[in-house]
């Protein structure tokens, strides 16, 4: 028998191959669909590539590729026999579980056990050998069946990437001597005791002073005195205050310079008075939370709809995506995505040809894996309810309360998070995100990824008419850009309740003054219209330069919709930056209303009287020491580089914060760092400051315009169009690249193909390379949030313009103090009913919260 089997598998040797350190074996999941080794029909690991196949697409990969041969995987899920006692070890196929992969949570453990099951198949004849057969195999094919098998899952080898190194014991936790000193810690109420800041504060172990951190990467800050009393008592470990749980708390060693536990943490703070098992626990559901956030617990009670009786529902369009750690905000937004047509079209409706033309690697191709979380979704196969002999064997063993979300599991977003987060440098961690910045961060994906194809985000796309106007002249400039969404204000000061938040500021404000617990929270209430109006109001243009006076003056612009998309997102200005940079939630509601007319919004264009600004880019500046001379150089632009060292200290690249400060008009530290976020994924984030007017201006500017450069004249440097012609591209395309990328070539080129030429005349084309853009506008004047490269042609058929009516149709709200922790859950309208998706749980909604919500969508209704 052994020489038969090593007969067969000779002619397939040479595809078999070893894994090989950094090789990623994907055996817990299918790269087309859900399906795993736990599923009916196991999963099938590619032997040469190492990338895993449900039953379903395993014959593609085979037709595809022509590999033979694969490893069947299969996980048995069985009931422990009735009398078995909890907690006994199960039975092990082949002596143990041998798969490397995390028990299914669905399942409680003692009450299951699993028996693992491997051999390998060879296509087409779907030949089987049973595995481990040592004896009986060729020793290739032994080494690389044992190496498959214990190999990590490829998921878990970037899990150090993301989470921090092992935390160690400090050797001085157990012999750390406290002070009897009758230091008593209030709950609440902490200030630094040499300077009363009240964010960031450590508890000194030994003598219980309290005193803030100091400044640092992430965000967090202070002005160090905490280690400046290390430094005068020799004291050596410390408690962040606000860490504190029944599970734990961080705890620093100024000695040993490093993050370390305590295993005695329990007693040293109770030293100080300090109960840990009355602390908030640091998770709630799965979720982190805020500790001492008494405002937050009716916020997650009434979100998430807790104390009612949610009906489950099942079936197409039901399906729950199961939370990694903290990725609600992942899950959220891709259920509203995908209960939108265009994008259900796009990628479940053209799913067989998405996955016939995949590359050899599918699991890093953004339209493969899109079509895979959008059929997880919408077909039903993961949302099946449970057969009627489920129900009553759950109702006999008396968990009928918890029937309803545990037969609900959902899908895993991991594959689809680790392609679509890849080099972003918060969504490819694990720590909570924001919804709204994922949001336009799939959407400039989905962007980059549609070229040539439909595009559904451009549901979502419209232009912004903006009018500023010069003070002084009245003269005006009209310009239009490209936006996703709307951000709407909440003017606090709008509230209907305004007095009784006043008394409860007082009243918060003494309680802290006199070491007491805060009063009852109080939620400010602001009317809808309130937004709106602080949304269309006229705002100051900061530095605003005018062309009609060629010196700066007072600039005031008001922004309308040229046009309105076909869906409209609404984030609501929900959050702000703390003392510490880490951003906070105010406590509002806003009584968002179900139909929405934006109508007397849209934009007008010139008026009749009005006279338009002269088309003149403010004048370069030149140094005193050349300004007279014939050689004339050019200085570098006016930046607050106070300001951008301020940034750098928190870890960003200097060259960046320079960039944050000049495209921000030194408006200071707070808009530059919004900048920052919002551009952080662009590859030329960290180079240095180029401006195009820079590097196409040369010595003999015309004295007759004052200095001030003709907009028409702002052409790219001929030697990079020459090289982009070269290539074959035509000249007026690399024209239009060159420009939408500040000349940089690199950029230019991946521009060219994700923006193919548009059908329209040479003549055209030169004439509006050199006339000036009707649409372009300048990013000092800009102060749109949107994250999306301002490189996107903004005319032609992508702007679905229609009427200005909406219905609302999906929000998305959030629980907790801050955008970096709490939880998502999100409410869709689905076949006239509002439905809960909270992770895996899908639920009928009783009393959707939709004054608490942060994003709104509304879709556009009929003309009719």
């Known amino acids: ?160 990437e993301s989470w921090d190194e092992e935390i160690q014991v400090s050797r001085h936790a157990r012999s750390l001597r406290q002070l009897d000193n009758g230091v008593r810690i209030p709950p609440s109420g902490w200030k630094c005791q040499k300077c009363e800041m009240r964010e960031n504060l450590w508890l000194n172990l030994t003598d219980g002073a309290v005193f803030c951190g100091k400044w640092f990467f992430d965000g967090s800050g202070g002005n160090g005195h905490a280690l400046d009393h290390y430094k005068e008592t020799n004291h050596p470990l410390a408690v962040k205050l606000d860490t504190i749980t029944p599970d734990g708390a961080d705890v620093y060693s100024f000695e040993e310079e490093e993050a370390v536990l305590d295993p005695l943490i329990s007693e040293h703070l109770s030293h100080f008075g300090i109960d840990m098992l009355q602390m908030q626990s640091r998770t709630e559901n799965g979720h982190r939370t805020d500790n001492n956030s008494r405002p937050r617990v009716s916020e997650w009670e009434v979100i998430q709809e807790s104390g009612m009786k949610l009906k ?37 409706g053209n799913l067989q040809r998405i996955f016939d033309y995949s590359p050899l690697d599918p699991s890093q191709d953004f339209s493969t894996q899109m079509a895979k979380l959008g059929h997880g979704l919408l077909s039903g196969q993961y949302a099946k309810p449970p057969m009627k002999s489920e129900l009553i064997e759950q109702v006999m063993k008396e968990e009928h309360r918890a029937l309803n979300w545990h037969q609900q599991k959902g899908i895993s977003p991991r594959m689809f998070k680790a392609l679509v987060s890849r080099g972003h440098p918060e969504f490819s961690s694990n720590r909570q995100q924001d919804s709204h910045e994922f949001l336009m961060h799939v959407i400039n994906q989905v962007e980059r990824n549609s070229a040539g194809s439909e595009n ?16 002084q002249t009245r003269r005006v400039r009209y310009t239009q850009r490209v936006d996703y969404c709307i951000h709407l204000p909440a003017p606090i000061e709008a509230a209907t309740n305004r007095e009784e938040l006043l008394a409860y500021e007082a009243k918060r404000k003494e309680a802290e003054e006199n070491m007491r617990p805060p009063p009852e929270p109080v939620r400010a209430r602001i009317p809808f219209t309130a937004c709106l109006q602080a949304f269309t109001e006229p705002e100051n243009v900061p530095d605003f330069w005018s062309s009609a006076l060629q010196a700066k003056s ?89 300001a951008a060292m301020q940034l750098a200290e928190m870890g960003f690249p200097l060259e960046a914060c320079r960039k944050a400060v000049y495209y921000t008009g030194n408006m200071g530290p707070e808009m530059a760092f919004n900048w920052i976020i919002a551009h952080m994924e662009e590859p030329d984030f960290a180079e240095p400051l180029i401006l195009p007017s820079m590097m196409d201006a040369g010595p003999s500017t015309s004295d007759s315009t004052m200095g001030a450069a003709p907009i028409s004249n702002n052409l790219p440097p001929e030697e ?57 506008f300048s990013n000092t004047n800009s102060h749109s949030d949107s994250t999306l490269s301002p490189d996107r042609d903004v005319t032609g058929p992508r702007i679905k313009d229609g009427p200005g009516r909406y219905e609302l149709f999906a929000f998305i709200s959030h629980m907790g103090a801050s955008t970096m922790s709490g939880h998502y859950v ?18 009928l909604s009783e009393r959707p919260p939709k004054d608490l919500g942060y994003v709104y969508f509304y879709r556009r209704l009929s003309s009719s």
């Open 826 to 843: 999100c409410h869709i309208k689905k076949e006239g009913r509002w439905v809960i998706y909270n992770d895996h749980k899908v639920c």
């Open 1 to 160: 028998m052994a020489t038969d089997l090593g007969e067969l598998l000779v002619p397939y040797m040479p595809t078999i191959r070893v894994p090989r350190t950094g090789d990623r074996v994907f055996k817990s999941e299918c790269a087309f669909s859900f399906d795993s080794p736990e599923s009916e029909g196991g999963l099938y690991v590619c032997m040469n590539t190492f990338l895993g196949f449900g039953r379903e697409h395993v014959e593609r990969h085979y037709r595809k590729t022509g590999q033979c041969v694969y490893m069947h995987l299969k996980r048995h899920v069985k009931e422990k026999a009735t009398g078995a006692a909890g907690g006994a070890i199960p039975r092990r196929r082949n002596g143990k579980v041998f798969l490397d992969l995390e028990l299914n949570r669905d399942f409680n453990g003692e009450d299951y056990e699993y028996e693992d099951e491997a051999k390998l198949v060879i296509f087409p004849d779907h030949f089987e050998i049973p595995l481990p057969n040592i004896e009986e195999l060729p020793a290739l094919v032994t080494i690389a069946c044992d190496a498959v098998l214990n190999a990590s899952s490829a998921y878990k080898k970037q899990e150090p």
């Open 456 to 471: 559904p985000s451009d549901v979502f796309r419209f232009l912004v008419e903006e009018r500023i106007q010069c003070c």
């Open 312 to 348: 489950a529902v099942f079936g197409s369009g039901y399906t729950g995506i199961k939370n990694l750690g903290n990725t609600c905000y992942l899950g959220t937004v891709m259920q509203v995505l995908f209960s939108i047509p265009d994008f259900q079209r796009m990628y479940v």
């Open 554 to 642: 007072a600039g005031v612009k008001t922004s309308r919709f040229a046009s309105f998309p076909e869906y409209l997102v609404m984030q609501i200005k929900k959050f702000t930056f703390g003392v510490d940079w880490v951003p906070k939630k105010l406590d509002l509601a806003i009584d968002v209303p179900d139909f929405l007319d934006l109508s007397r919004m849209r934009a007008t264009g010139l008026q009749t009287g009005e006279e338009e600004l002269p088309d003149l880019m403010p004048p370069i500046v030149l140094p005193e020491d050349t300004r007279d001379s014939s050689m004339g150089s050019i200085d570098s632009p006016e930046i607050d580089e106070a």
């Open 720 to 776: 990079s169009i020459a090289i982009l012609t070269s290539m074959g591209f035509p000249r007026s395309h690399s024209i239009r690249a060159l420009k939408a990328t500040n000349n940089n070539l690199e950029r230019a080129l991946d521009w060219i193909f994700t923006h193919p030429e548009e059908e329209e005349s040479d003549a055209a084309s030169d004439m509006a390379d050199m006339e000036p853009n009707d649409n372009a």
